[in-house]
């Protein structure tokens, strides 16, 4: 979640400082752009090098710059995706609260239309003042969102609450805040991805060219957008980014269809990418076949249509997408192939264009309603093409 995003992290007077250090480690870690402010008294107690090192970014102080020109508190105000004041001092939330402005940091606050954080740091007994309370309960009650301080040993010597959330638990914090305002906060969802394999002997298999990055990208994509993901996925080369997608890995359609059946009554959106062989053998040779005869036959079986098993079971509340690649009549037979398995929208995948379809990095996409309302899009690169299939399902529970 914090993979590019700006951050500005506000440094103020508090031996907890030097946890802001590791806050700075932590964010540029996963991705994000930081720059710190720090307040005049923050510099007693941390040096600005450690955090301009470790930020990579030159920290921000005054108003004014030894060469005359001023730090535009403005500018970083607009630049910044979110504002986080770690520790924040009763002296800088008490500001806060009264609209005081005497430094770079509160006039950038005041200046920002983004998410601002708050992470208290004090010892016990400030931190239990009224005054004190008053003024971090004015700010909850604004648009700040206050991380609230944790219990242990304080700098006086002192054991009780007013110490500074450790960077860890920030992080988790700014990021299950983050993901409540996303649209898919709070579904679930099931995709399926890459190709089945149908075992022949022990070493032969029946398989195909899917590369499962299709059903990868839709994957990351409704993570992205706050879904929690399970992706029942073939064998691939590939693996997931985000780290709350759980993956789950099969072998043969026969395993994905178990999987599928077990996960899917608790799900709001399925999307079925995987190219699930149709068929598999009646008998898998227990050893490997030698090659004594001119011939072969294998006899073959169908495979349980997962998709159309699903259709069967879903309810109204439920959102299930299929893929249908086709190579003519494309539009009759996905609407047709929609119809059967009861889907609520089919995304037909084009296997006229050159660069779509399984395999490649780019696809380019139809896609088909109940009511026959259809969508086309142009050839994209895969993880674009998921972003539009995600958008299209966000405008599904809208309605
Ligand atoms: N699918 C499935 N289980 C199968 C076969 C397909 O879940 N045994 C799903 C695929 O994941 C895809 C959709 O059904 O979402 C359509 O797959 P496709 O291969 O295009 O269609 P089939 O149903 O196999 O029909 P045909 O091969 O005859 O076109």
Known sequence: ????????????????????????????????????????????????????????????VEFSTTDGSWNNHVELANWAD????????????????????DNLLLATVFSAACPIYVAPAMDREMYVNSSIKNNISILSKQHYFIIPSEEGELASGLYGEGRMAEPEHIIRFIIENHSKTLPLYGKTALVT??????????????????????????????????????????PVNISTHNSSIKTIGVTSAEEMHKECTRLFAGTDITVMTAAVADFKLVKVASKKIKKKDASLHLELIPNPDILS???????????????ALETNDEIKNATEKLKRKNLDAIILNSMQTEGAGPGG???????????????????????????????????????
């Open 82 to 101: 979110m504002i986080l004041i770690a520790p924040a001092s009763a002296n800088t939330i008490g500001k806060l609260a009264l609209g005081l402005c």
């Open 193 to 234: 991805a890459g190709p089945t394999y149908e075992a022949i002997d022990p070493v032969r298999f029946i398989g195909n060219h899917s590369s499962g990055k299709m059903g990868f990208h839709i994957a990351e994509a409704l993570a992205a957008k706050g879904a929690s993901v399970k992706l029942v996925h073939g």
């Open 361 to 399: 990095d780019t696809n380019k996409i139809t896609i088909i309603d109940r009511q026959n309302k259809t969508i086309h899009f142009e050839l994209k690169p895969k993880n674009i093409v998921a972003n539009d299939v995600v958008n299209y399902i966000i405008e599904c529970f809208k309605r």
């Open 1 to 60: 979640m914090l993979e590019g995003k700006k951050i500005v992290l506000g440094v103020t007077g508090s031996i907890a400082a030097y946890k802001a250090a590791f806050l700075v480690r932590l964010m540029v870690k996963a991705g994000a752009n930081v720059k710190v402010i720090m307040t005049p008294a923050a510099k007693d107690f941390v040096a600005p090098l450690t955090f301009s090192t470790l930020s990579k970014n030159p920290v921000l």
């Open 309 to 323: 098993e699903l259709g069967k079971q879903k309810n109204n509340k439920q959102l299930l997408i299929g893929f």
